[in-house]
């Protein structure tokens, strides 16, 4: 079956613009997580989402990242007056249901490079 | 705070080796670890899961153990590949899922 997909593959960006990543998630996971992996810092959690519960946003690094999940299958991450430190990839991963038992499947990533 | 730590950053190994790579982590209150594979330009692809209360899993070609009382797992591959060149990620797990990662160890397998 289809896998985790992410739109699009390369942005760039000017510095101040706002841009949008799209991640379309494993069919039938509830669980939606983003993350993102620089070169200085490595992998780190962004933002969880499982089913109709509250966002866990605790590893957003600024209020200028938001992110949402319409029906609890598409999301979009939410870039605002983007910074040349936001240059990353950005992945998504999807779950079953979010339990600590459940394989984690990874998108191919959104390469962001804010110039 | 959760801090993965992964020795080697890097390894280079003739084909046929086996060898051994280390994951280390500073709250043993975890619900499970896993090793994750990333080839470049590509996202993750997980290889192993061991829950919390497991000490290991096998794939092929590929050991996993996890001590969680020492903070401790190894990644162990038999017989190198020229495939099994990527980067080995290893990321524990909150109760919701929420990976915590290494930095990882770029491995190049030579023909």
């Known amino acids: 079956g289809a896998g985790v997909s992410q739109s699009p593959s390369n942005k760039v960006t000017e510095k101040g613009k706002d841009v949008e990543l799209r991640c379309d998630p494993i069919?039938?996971?509830?669980?939606l997580y983003w993350y993102r992996q620089s070169l200085g810092q490595g992998l780190e959690f962004l933002i969880y989402f499982q089913g109709n519960s509250a966002p866990d946003k605790s590893g957003l690094p600024s209020d200028r990242f938001s992110a949402e999940r319409t029906g609890g299958s598409v999301s979009t991450l939410t870039i605002q007056r983007t910074q040349q430190e936001d240059s990353a990839v950005y992945l998504c991963?999807?779950?079953?249901?979010?339990?600590?038992?459940?394989?984690?499947?990874f998108g191919p990533g959104t390469r962001l490079t804010v110039l | 705070k959760q801090e993965v730590t992964q020795i080697p950053a890097a390894l280079s190994v003739p084909e046929g080796e086996n060898l051994v790579l280390n994951c280390s982590f500073t709250d043993s209150a975890i619900y499970n670890l896993q090793w994750f594979r990333q080839d470049p330009g590509k996202g993750l692809t997980s290889l192993l899961l061991i829950q919390s209360s497991q000490r290991e899993q096998t794939s092929g070609r590929l050991n996993a153990s996890l001590d969680k009382s020492s903070g401790r797992s190894t990644l162990y591959i038999a017989a190198s590949q020229p495939g099994d060149s990527a980067t080995y990620l290893c990321a524990v797990s909150s109760n919701t899922g929420k990976l915590i990662f290494g930095q990882g160890t770029t491995l190049q397998v030579k023909p």
């Open positions: 069919s039938g996971h509830t669980a």
């Open positions: 991963a999807s779950s079953q249901d979010g339990l600590s038992t459940d394989t984690q499947y």
